[in-house]
């Protein structure tokens, strides 16, 4: 079965970087799609990011130019470049894996598989 599980999130001042990182196993060669979610408090989660497997990328308009998604397939490791980092960015961040599907979507339900999120705090 698949697995997802993230690492690389902590507390940051605003102007600063953080890079998550989401080791899968487990993921067959089929076509999919790799994606970041974040839920800040109190609030609904969110799409952040997601690469297809040909590598195109897709980012949240928030996010656009601060945050760069990147995937090793040699690693199987997918990852998340955060700079310029604000406090609206506070949020459990999770990553996620979607098999099929012809279009690199940001909505949840799209999504069949989920680590159980990391912590990034900025303030």
């Known amino acids: 079965d698949v697995q997802l599980v993230e690492s690389g999130g902590g507390s940051v001042q605003p102007g600063g970087s953080l890079r998550l990182s989401c080791a899968i196993s487990?993921?067959?060669?089929?076509?999919?799609?790799l994606a970041w979610f974040r839920q800040p408090p109190g609030k609904e989660r969110e799409g952040v990011a997601v690469?297809?497997?040909?590598?195109?990328?897709r980012y949240a308009n928030s996010v656009k130019g601060r945050f760069t998604i990147s995937k090793d397939n040699a690693k199987n490791t997918l990852y998340l470049q955060m700079d310029s980092l604000k406090p609206e960015d506070t949020a459990m961040y999770y990553c996620?894996?979607?098999?099929?599907?012809?279009?690199?979507?940001?909505?949840?339900?799209?999504?069949?598989?989920w680590g159980q999120g990391t912590q990034v705090t900025v303030s």
């Open positions: 996620a894996l979607r098999t099929g599907g012809c279009l690199p979507t940001m909505m949840m339900t799209d999504y069949n598989y």
């Open positions: 487990g993921r067959s060669n089929e076509n999919y799609f």
């Open positions: 690469i297809a497997d040909d590598g195109t990328t």
